[in-house]
Nanobody
Framework: QVQLVESGGGLVQAGGSLRLSCAASVSVFSFYDMGWYRQAPGKQRELVAG???????DSGDSVKGRFTISRDNAKKTVYLQMNSLKPEDTAVYFCKAHSKVSGRDYWGQGTQVTVSS
């Protein structure tokens, strides 16, 4: 059973920074592509940033230049560094693991990020 545990969310003022972490309980972390998604009230869940098992990254247009995704395979953890936060970044942030072996997706429970103006 794959478990993902996010941490690092909280309340921050506009212009501030937060770093989210997602620790994965998996046998071989490098078998998984990882991603961060977010969902604001009344809106659909959207991709924030993704990182492949080999380290290739991609991010949504709204966060390019402000958010950076990274992974530490030894610690089985993926990070999302969020800088220059804006009130519109307020959402629940979810970690997702995509197994390259089974094709299944696994989700964390989410962590709340609130940016005040």
């Amino acid at each position: 059973q794959v478990q993902l545990v996010e941490s690092g969310g909280g309340l921050v003022q506009a212009g501030g920074s937060l770093r989210l972490s997602c620790a994965a309980s998996v046998s071989v972390f490098s078998f998984y592509d990882m991603g961060w998604y977010r969902q604001a009230p009344g809106k659909q869940r959207e991709l924030v940033a993704g990182i492949s098992s080999s380290g290739l990254t991609d991010s949504g247009d709204s966060v390019k230049g402000r958010f950076t995704i990274s992974r530490d395979n030894a610690k089985k953890t993926v990070y999302l560094q969020m800088n220059s936060l804006k009130p519109e970044d307020t959402a629940v942030y979810f970690c997702k693991a995509h197994s390259k072996v089974s094709g299944r997706d696994y989700w964390g429970q989410g962590t709340q990020v609130t940016v005040s103006s």
